[in-house]
Nanobody, 127 residues
């Protein structure tokens, strides 16, 4: 069973920086072959995909964070990171990491995806 443990959230003033970590346990060496996603959910809004990093370290970002956030991974530690710079008040949200675990289902004889989520960590940007 894969478990994702997030850390690093907190309170920061506008223009500040935070780094989130997402440590995967139970994934073993398989962690390195899966994409890691970062989502956030602000009060009253839908969960939003903001960044991801693939197994070959390719990254992509949502327009709202592009140029300010950077995601990375350390496969030796089964951990993904989200470096957040130039934070704005509108970045205030609960941040989640996500690991979409693709596997072969012998019964359905098809590939399926099981999503694992971190517990969420609050980021508050305010003066």
């Amino acid at each position: 069973q894969v478990q994702l443990l997030e850390s690093g959230g907190g309170f920061v003033q506008p223009g500040g920086s935070l780094t989130l970590s997402c440590a995967a346990s139970g994934a073993g060496t398989f962690f390195s072959i899966y994409t890691m996603n970062w989502y956030r959910q602000a009060p009253g809004k839908q969960r939003e995909l903001i960044a991801n990093i693939t197994s070959d370290y390719s990254t992509s970002y949502g327009d709202s964070v592009k140029g300010r956030f950077t995601t990375s991974r350390d496969n030796a530690k089964n951990t993904a990171f989200l470096q957040m710079n130039s934070l704005k008040t509108e970045d205030t949200a609960v941040y989640f990491c996500n690991l979409p675990w693709v596997f072969w289902n012998d019964e359905s004889r098809a590939f399926e995806t099981r999503h694992y989520w971190g517990q969420g960590t609050q980021v508050t940007v305010s003066s």
